[in-house]
């Protein structure tokens, strides 16, 4: 193979195509990228190579033989697998199996290819299986797949050395393709529900996603700690970035009279200056922390003051002084008149 052969699997699998079967027009090769190698697998040069090696060159005939034919098909109404034996221009067996939609297309055609062979095993004699997705037979045919179902797949091939993949053109007006395909896109709203394992990483995805709901959902309608949502509105897995004083600060969680009070370790939630102990008092107002105080901001701006120290390196220091002050001076701050 050629260097000039690199490129996006759906050009490489058409070059592949028009290498093999050079009678048949590109547009012919009907390769979707969707279809196309593969959301799974990610093919090195060198095995896209000895892949290439073991496609089977074979032009399909419609000549009444009895020959399997898969297809899987995915659309907004659905997503469905199925196969179908031909002997003599007639079906003589068919399966139809009804996908969940978060599977993908190649999904469905594999799914197909493995029921396929699992039927044509109990043929006892030889048979060829011929399937239209180019990417699916070349993920058959690579060795160092990890994709589970591909691997039975193979393990099933091994065994029964009487079962032949094909490929052949999609939309061709081979008969046993058109059947194929009719019963997947009829599985897609008709077929028996088929449940798959779905694949670890998508289940990892769907945990993840789902966990990720339930927290957003807690911190957008939770009853505590609302004036750090007016602050951190959006959940996220990235660290806000704030040390322990600003954490303190911002959350109002630390050596606080208010904060002290609302767990009944105090019986008043003032300082002992007599104003409400809470974080922006200290701020701005108790004259015990004077030295580190900032300008007093309206109501209607408290918010974006508090987002303005975040912003300002100077804001941050002043504040983390601010709060080492109001830690190691508590006796004096916190002081218990009862
Ligand atoms: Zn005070």
């Known amino acids: 193979m050629e260097n000039s052969e690199v490129g996006t699997p759906t050009e490489f699998g058409l070059k592949i195509l028009q290498k093999l079967y050079p009678n048949i027009a590109p547009r012919a090769a009907q390769i979707h990228p969707d279809q196309t190698l593969l959301e799974e697998e990610k093919f090195s040069q060198r095995e896209i190579d000895d ?24 659309t907004d109404e659905g997503t469905g697998s199925a196969y179908c034996l031909l002997e003599n221009y007639g079906i003589i067996a068919s399966w139809q199996g009804k996908l969940d939609h978060s599977y993908s297309c190649f999904q469905t055609e594999i799914l197909a290819i493995k029921m396929a ?50 490929w052949l053109k999609a939309h061709a007006c081979y008969l046993g393709n058109e059947c194929a395909d009719q019963l997947a896109k009829e599985a897609t709203t008709k077929g028996d529900p088929f449940f798959l394992p779905k694949p670890l990483l998508y289940l990892k995805f769907d945990i993840r996603s789902a966990a990720y709901c339930i927290w957003r959902d807690n911190w957008d309608n939770g009853e505590t700690g609302r004036s750090t949502h007016d602050i951190v509105p959006r959940v996220s897995n990235k660290p806000v970035g704030w040390n322990r004083e600003e954490k303190m600060f911002f959350t109002g969680h630390g050596p606080f009279p208010s904060y ?3 767990f009944n370790l105090r019986t008043h939630e003032n300082c002992s200056c007599g104003g409400k102990g809470d974080p922006s008092y200290y701020a701005t107002k108790c004259w015990f922390a004077l030295s580190w105080h900032f300008q007093t901001p309206t109501a209607s701006l408290k918010l974006q003051w508090l987002k303005n120290i975040l912003t300002n390196n100077l804001s941050r220091t002043r504040l983390r002084l601010l709060m080492r002050f109001i830690c190691d001076e508590n006796n004096l701050i916190v002081e218990d008149n009862n």
């Not at 892949?51 to 995915?74: C, F, M, Q, W």
């Not at 011929?130 to 091939?157: A, F, K, Y």
């Open 117 to 166: 062979i699992e039927a044509a095993s109990s043929l006892h004699r030889p048979i060829k299986i011929w399937i239209d997705s180019l990417s699916s037979l070349m993920t058959v045919l690579n060795p160092r797949t990890h994709h589970s179902i591909v691997r039975e797949i193979q393990t099933l091939l091994l065994s029964h050395k009487y079962i032949h993949l094909r």
């Open 51 to 74: 892949i290439v090696k073991k496609l089977p060159n074979e032009n399909h005939r419609d000549s009444g033989a009895k020959a399997i034919y898969t297809d899987g098909s995915k």
């Open 260 to 262: 002290l009070h609302r």
